[in-house]
Structures are given as structure tokens and as C-alpha cells.
């Protein structure tokens, strides 16, 4: 995190808050959660894999932040609802939802297998939902709470190789704005963050050639995506989890007290061009 980014938000702006966080260990998630917790919040890791939580959970500990983990697979309903008991019995209380697991992956519609399109439909889409149904009951209970879900801006034209996951976001958007209305009475504030790219470990991935191919020994992963960003960004670079993570923190305070249903591109303006 810049001393920039950490001197826009006022110390303890979450104080005594707890934070969800699906997929909060790895990438732009754990960039949200060095963010709410540098902030004061309590934030709790959930993903399935306890080598992405137990190190995240660590560093975070090491750094004098209030931080634990809870395993999970979003996909499963009944799993998500006791996830969400052991964080009340555990916290107390649920002040802000992070949707922010998926399964990222480029593979070709007419070779995509259904297992492949269920996994990332049930993931982006179901998990968001299943997350979002449980915590209700407990920000109900505490008077309101904020629920934030990780969009993506690559429906917005269509994105050639993602139709599993640019069909999950879009119903993640619509999700956004359905349960923003059904949600205001209970004091719960529900908005979506699409992100432009960011160099996490998958989108390295996606930029790296296949193994095995011509071109592997001499390319330069970082090279390949300054020239992207330069092409196609017209902010000239690429995001960082913190510039997601700014949005977060804007959202979940009390400056975006009267903001919900809404979905906010922070992409340096790529889908623009
Ligand atoms: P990432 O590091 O791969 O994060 C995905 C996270 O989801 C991982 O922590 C993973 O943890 C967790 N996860 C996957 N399946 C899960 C499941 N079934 N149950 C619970 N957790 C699960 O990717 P990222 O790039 O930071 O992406 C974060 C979010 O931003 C995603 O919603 C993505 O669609 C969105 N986004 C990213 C970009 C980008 O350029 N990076 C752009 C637009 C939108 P485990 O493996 O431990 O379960």
C-alpha cells in the first residue's frame, strides 16, 4: 500500500468493524484486506485452500493486524451458512461482505466442458449469492451492514474466451442491483466494483504463453503487459489491488452512506476504448 493511499482515509476509519472477505488471501482480495485492516478492521480470509489462508492470515498478524481465516467453498450453500455462524461466534458481528472469490480462466466456448462453465458460473455467481443471502439475517440484526461484490467490466462488449465468466459477472451486476432494492429497508448498502486488469498471478497466466511454445524462453511477462497497458489503458498502466482496495474502503464508509445499487469501474478507463 502507498503512503498515498494510506494517508487518503482517516487511522481507525473501520475500528471495531469486522470484514468477510471471500478469496481474501490471494490477489486483489488480500489487497482489500491489508487495506480495511491497516484501517482497523478485523478482516477474516475466506477461501478454500488453507496454503493461500495460513500464510495471508500471517502476514497480515506479523504486520500488528487483526486478521483469521475461515475455510470455505463458496459454491456450497450450507458451507457458506456456517461459515457465516463460526465468523458471529466468533466476531460478533458482520459489518461488511467482500464478494470477492471466482475462478478465472480463458478457455474457448465451443470447447468449454459443462463442468468448467458450472464451476465458474456456481463460484462468481452462486457464491456471491449464497454469501450475501447468508449474512443478511446478521446485518439485519446490527441495523445495516455493507455488502461490495468484485464485478468485471468485460461484459459490458463481450470478451472472446471468457463467456463462463462474463455471464457469471453480468448476473452478479444484475444481483447488485436487485438486492440494493429488496435490501435498503434493513439498512444493508449492496454495490459491485468492476476492476480493469490487474496483474494478479492469474492474469500473469493468461498473458504467458503455453509452455512449450516458441515463444516461451525469451518473453517477459511484465514487458508484454506495459505494452498492453500502454496500448489499451488510456491511464497508461495497469491497476494494483490497492486501487481496488481504495474503492472498498470508499464504499464501506461513511462517505458512501447514501450510495447503493451502483457498480463502479475503476480501470483507468479501458473499457472506454
Ligand atoms: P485470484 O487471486 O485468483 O483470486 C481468486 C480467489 O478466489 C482466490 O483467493 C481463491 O482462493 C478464491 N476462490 C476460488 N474458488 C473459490 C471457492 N469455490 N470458494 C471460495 N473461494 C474461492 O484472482 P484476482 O485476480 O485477485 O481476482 C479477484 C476478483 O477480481 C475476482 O472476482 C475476479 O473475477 C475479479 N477481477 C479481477 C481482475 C483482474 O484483472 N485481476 C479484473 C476484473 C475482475 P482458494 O483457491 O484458496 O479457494
Not at 26 to 38: D, K, N, P, V
Not at 61 to 88: I, N, T, Y
Not at 104 to 120: I, M
Not at 159 to 185: I, Q, S
Request: glycine residues 10%; contains cysteine.
Amino acid at each position: 500500500m502507498t503512503t498515498a493511499a494510506r494517508a487518503v482515509f482517516a487511522p481507525g476509519l473501520f475500528d471495531g468493524q469486522v470484514a468477510l472477505i471471500t478469496g481474501g488471501a490471494t490477489g486483489i482480495g488480500f489487497g482489500i484486506a491489508e487495506l480495511l485492516s491497516q484501517l482497523g478492521a478485523h478482516v477474516v480470509l475466506a477461501s478454500r485452500k488453507p496454503e493461500h489462508l495460513e500464510p495471508a492470515v500471517a502476514d497480515l498478524l506479523a504486520r500488528g493486524r487483526s486478521a483469521s481465516s475461515v475455510q470455505v467453498d463458496v459454491r456450497d450453500p450450507e458451507r457458506v451458512k456456517a461459515m457465516v455462524a463460526q465468523v458471529v461466534d466468533e466476531h460478533s458481528r458482520i459489518d461488511i461482505l467482500m464478494n470477492n472469490a471466482a475462478g478465472n480462466f480463458y478457455a474457448p466456448s465451443a470447447s468449454l466442458s459443462p463442468n468448467a462453465w458450472k464451476s465458474v458460473i456456481e463460484i462468481d455467481l452462486y457464491g456471491t449469492f449464497f454469501c450475501s443471502q447468508a449474512v443478511l439475517p446478521v446485518m439485519k440484526a446490527q441495523g445495516g451492514g455493507r455488502i461490495i461484490s468484485t464485478s468485471m467490466t468485460l461484459h459490458y462488449r463481450g470478451w472472446p474466451m471468457m463467456a463462463h465468466a462474463t455471464a457469471a459477472k453480468a448476473g452478479v451486476d444484475a444481483l447488485t442491483k436487485t438486492l440494493a432494492l429488496e435490501w435498503a429497508e434493513h439498512g444493508v448498502r449492496i454495490n459491485a466494483i468492476a476492476p480493469g486488469p490487474i496483474p494478479t498471478e492469474g492474469v500473469r497466466k493468461a498473458f504467458t504463453p503455453p509452455p512449450g511454445s516458441a515463444a516461451t524462453d525469451v518473453f517477459d511477462v511484465e514487458q508484454a503487459m506495459d505494452d498492453h497497458a500502454r496500448k489499451t489503458i488510456p491511464l497508461g498502466r495497469m491497476g494494483t489491488p490497492a486501487d481496488i482496495a481504495q474503492m472498498v474502503a470508499f464504499l464501506a464508509s461513511p462517505a458512501g452512506d447514501w450510495i447503493t445499487g451502483g457498480i463502479f469501474v475503476v480501470d483507468g478507463g479501458e473499457w472506454l476504448k
